[in-house]
Each structure stands twice: as structure tokens, then as C-alpha cells.
């Protein structure tokens, strides 16, 4: 019998190839995202249940843990994918730019991830895999709030595996670098998001000379939610081609 898995952010790009991995596997997935055309399209692609809802809400995130343990009998894995960006130094960003983006991707995964370990603590243990990123620790030119929200997800990231470790809960974190996703391809860059303006982007920029697809991430999710990394917690596993190595 797979395992119960919840995928925040799954109607797409990382968290949607993420999800058909997990399906692969046997697991049920439970495919949550604010958008119910995506969410509803993942969810049947890989037969598994969409919850449609906003992880900026605790309330939600409470529903939607409970949800999946009502139906299945606990939870195995949460993966928090869901995510969003601001294109912007501090003076470009917002009031509003800014709170968005901590909602999101700050307090979306807090939120999900606090629910998760209650249920995971009457379940004996389980494991959770957030998305933060290659400028959660080095920092990004021109994405002020982006970069502040994925450095508190892997602090965040750390101190819940140290917290949880004796429940048996494990956390711990992808670091994506550049994947063609359709976030990559959104607006607010100085130049238009060409397939040529992206392959240009990969030259100079990273060193393996190309972007990541979706489930060259998504593999690395499986892995760190897997009893194959049954000795690993706290740790933010870098996925970005050698950006951060040098």
C-alpha cells in the first residue's frame, strides 16, 4: 500500500512533476493549489485527490492535513512547493509585493508544515520536503522579498528537524536553481522570456549551461522523502547545476 503524500503548489511546474513522481511510486497524492483547473488537471493525470485552497490560510492547511488523514488513515509526506516571486530591489518592491510573497512562501509553509507534524506525532513520524532555493542562502540580484522568504523557509527548515527529530519526523529542504517552470517564464524581467532569451540566460549563468526541468528537482524530493535518506534531517540539498558551488 503507498503512502499519503500532500503537494502544495502542484497545479504546475515543480510541484506538479513533483506529484506524477510521487503517483509513480504508488503513493496517493493529494494535489493543493489555489488554482482548481490545474489542481483538478494533476489530480486526475496521476489519480489522485485535488484540494483546492490557499496555504495562506491555517485554517486550510489544518483542513487539508485532516482531509488526507480522515481518508487514508495518516500522512507520510508533505512536500511545500507552493511558491511565488517579485521580480524587484527594495525600493521596486511594494507593501503589498512584499507581504504576498512572505504569505506564500513564508507563512504558506509554516502553516502546512505545523499542521503536518501534528498529525505526523499521533502517526509515529514522517517526513517533509520544502522548497527553498539557491538565493535563500547567497542571495539574488533584483528579487529583495523572493530572497528574504526562501532564507527563513531553510532556517524554518532547520529548526523544525531539530525540534522534531526525536518524533520521527524528518525536514528537510530542496534548493532549486534555475527550472524551466511557467514561474521562470513569467513576466517582470527587463527582456522578453524567449526560449532563445532563456538558453542565453543558462550560458552565462550556469555552469552546466542549461536550465533544470521540473523532475530532475522533483527526483531529489522522492529521495529526501524517502526511508533511502532515512539518516538525513536539516539538510538543504543544493539542485542547481554548480551556481552555488563556486
Known sequence: M????????????????????????????????RDPDGAER???????????????DSAFCDAAVERAVRNHGGLDVVVNAAGTIVRANAEATSDADWQRVMNVNVNGTFFMCRAAIRAMK??????IVNFGSMWGDSGGTGHAAYCASKGAIHN??????????????????????????????????AAAVTDDYLASMADRAIPMGRLAQPEEIGRVVLFLASDAASYMT?????????VTAG
Not at 499521533?122 to 517526513?127: D, F, I, L, S, V
Open 2 to 33: 503507498g503512502r499519503t503524500v500532500i503537494v502544495t503548489g502542484a497545479a504546475s511546474g515543480m510541484g506538479a512533476a513533483t506529484a506524477r513522481l510521487f503517483a509513480a511510486e504508488g503513493d496517493h497524492v493529494f494535489v493543493v493549489d
Open 42 to 56: 494533476t489530480a486526475t493525470l496521476i489519480g489522485g485527490t485535488a484540494v483546492v485552497g490557499d496555504v495562506t
Open 122 to 127: 499521533r502517526g509515529g513520524g514522517g517526513a
Open 156 to 189: 524554518l527548515t532547520r529548526a523544525l528537524a531539530l525540534d522534531h527529530a526525536r518524533d520521527g519526523i524528518r525536514v528537510n529542504g530542496v534548493c532549486p536553481g534555475e527550472v524551466d517552470t511557467p514561474m521562470l517564464r513569467a513576466g517582470g524581467r
Open 234 to 242: 536539516g539538510a538543504l540539498v543544493a539542485v542547481d547545476a554548480g
